[in-house]
């Protein structure tokens, strides 16, 4: 359990942060920017729930507390260690990549197929979606980055991977079912 009884500890004041390990590193490195762009992505999340309803907003709350656990493990870093650490660490695991690629192809089987790219717009909650998605191809990039630099759990990747893909299809299942999707004309200003 978690205790958070004072918010700042001035231990960051010289540029620099502490990892779930708790060794310190600079802030900008590529592992805190990773999680941070996670928690920017969550941030995102919580702005399509201000829009969101019934299944979906019960959804985008399910994925809201996955991004915490994508967090604490990407904060984590040497998981071959894991076993000498004082408590199990919390890492992502298939079956949370499982849980969205099922709820994927449940949105996805009532939509009809594309024949253009879809714009960023339509509803309020699919035009965050799309911010959404934008952001969580982001923190997918820098995970990407982080396992070739330093290792990070690939189940943590492939859960970002799939992640941006179901706010893709959750955007146009919000859309009316794809029929408010907003599409792209190429050339149309032209």
């Given at each position: 359990?978690?205790?958070?009884?004072?918010?700042y500890?001035?231990?960051?004041d010289?540029?620099?942060?502490?990892?779930?390990?708790?060794?310190?590193?600079?802030?900008?490195?590529?592992?805190?920017?990773?999680?941070?762009?996670?928690?920017?992505?969550?941030?995102?999340?919580?702005?399509?729930?201000?829009?969101?309803?019934?299944?979906?907003?019960?959804r985008?709350?399910?994925?809201?507390?996955?991004?915490?656990?994508?967090?604490?493990?990407?904060?984590?870093?040497?998981?071959?260690?894991?076993?000498?650490?004082?408590?199990?660490?919390?890492?992502?695991?298939?079956?949370?990549?499982?849980?969205?690629?099922?709820?994927?192809?449940?949105?996805?089987?009532?939509?009809?197929p594309?024949?253009?790219?879809?714009?960023?717009?339509?509803?309020?909650?699919?035009?965050?979606?799309?911010?959404?998605?934008?952001?969580?191809r982001?923190?997918?990039?820098?995970a990407?980055?982080?396992?070739?630099?330093?290792?990070?759990?690939p189940?943590?990747?492939?859960?970002l991977?799939?992640?941006?893909?179901w706010?893709?299809?959750?955007?146009?299942?919000?859309?009316?079912?794809?029929?408010?999707?907003?599409?792209w004309?190429?050339?149309?200003?032209?």
């Amino acid at each position: 359990m978690v205790v958070l009884n004072k918010i700042y500890t001035r231990t960051g004041d010289k540029g620099e942060t502490a990892l779930g390990d708790g060794s310190r590193v600079p802030k900008p490195s590529l592992r805190v920017e990773t999680y941070g762009t996670v928690d920017e992505t969550n941030a995102t999340v919580g702005l399509a729930r201000l829009h969101a309803e019934g299944e979906m907003d019960a959804r985008l709350a399910a994925i809201q507390n996955d991004l915490f656990d994508l967090g604490a493990d990407l904060c984590r870093p040497a998981m071959e260690k894991d076993g000498e650490a004082p408590y199990t660490p919390l890492r992502m695991v298939a079956s949370q990549v499982d849980r969205l690629e099922a709820e994927i192809d449940a949105m996805n089987a009532n939509l009809a197929p594309l024949r253009s790219f879809v714009l960023p717009g339509g509803s309020a909650v699919a035009t965050y979606l799309h911010l959404c998605r934008t952001v969580s191809r982001r923190a997918e990039r820098l995970a990407v980055a982080l396992m070739a630099d330093e290792g990070c759990n690939p189940e943590a990747v492939r859960y970002l991977n799939r992640l941006s893909d179901w706010f893709f299809v959750a955007s146009r299942a919000a859309n009316d079912g794809g029929a408010g999707d907003v599409l792209w004309v190429p050339g149309q200003n032209r």
